[in-house]
C-alpha cells in the first residue's frame, strides 16, 4: 500500500471513530436516567482513552508526514478494531 492511501485510510478510519466518539456524548445524554446517578456517563472513559491515545497518534503522524509504515497500519488497525468494538457494543445496549 502506498502512501498516500495509507494516509488516507488514517485519516479515513480516525475521522470514523473520532464522529462516532462525539455521537456518544450525544446519545448517553439523551438516553441517561435524569433520576440516576450518571453512571452511564463512565461508559465515555475507556472510549476517550481510545481515541486519546490511538486515533490522535495516526492523526498526528498521518499530518506531519513523518511516520513509520508498521507503526501506522497497527494504529489503523486498532481503531478499526475500536470503531467496531464501539458498534457492537452499542447495538447490544439497545
Same mark, same amino acid.
Given at each position: 500500500?502506498? =502512501?498516500?492511501?495509507?494516509?488516507? &485510510? %488514517?485519516?479515513?478510519? &480516525? &475521522?470514523?471513530? +473520532?464522529?462516532?466518539?462525539?455521537? +456518544?456524548?450525544?446519545? @448517553?445524554?439523551?438516553?441517561? =436516567?435524569?433520576?440516576?446517578?450518571?453512571?452511564?456517563?463512565? #461508559?465515555?472513559?475507556?472510549? %476517550?482513552a @481510545?481515541? $486519546? +491515545?490511538?486515533? &490522535? #497518534?495516526?492523526? @498526528?503522524?498521518?499530518?506531519?508526514?513523518?511516520?513509520y509504515?508498521? +507503526?501506522?497500519? @497497527?494504529?489503523? $488497525? $486498532?481503531?478499526?478494531?475500536a $470503531?467496531?468494538?464501539?458498534?457492537? #457494543?452499542?447495538?447490544?445496549?439497545?
Amino acid at each position: 500500500m502506498c =502512501n498516500a492511501r495509507l494516509r488516507l &485510510a %488514517t485519516f479515513a478510519l &480516525a &475521522a470514523g471513530e +473520532t464522529l462516532f466518539w462525539l455521537y +456518544t456524548f450525544y446519545y @448517553i445524554g439523551r438516553h441517561a =436516567n435524569p433520576l440516576g446517578e450518571g453512571m452511564e456517563w463512565l #461508559s465515555e472513559v475507556p472510549l %476517550t482513552a @481510545i481515541v $486519546l +491515545t490511538l486515533v &490522535a #497518534s495516526a492523526l @498526528i503522524l498521518a499530518a506531519i508526514g513523518h511516520w513509520y509504515p508498521l +507503526t501506522t497500519k @497497527i494504529a489503523a $488497525l $486498532l481503531a478499526a478494531g475500536a $470503531l467496531v468494538a464501539d458498534v457492537a #457494543s452499542a447495538r447490544g445496549r439497545d
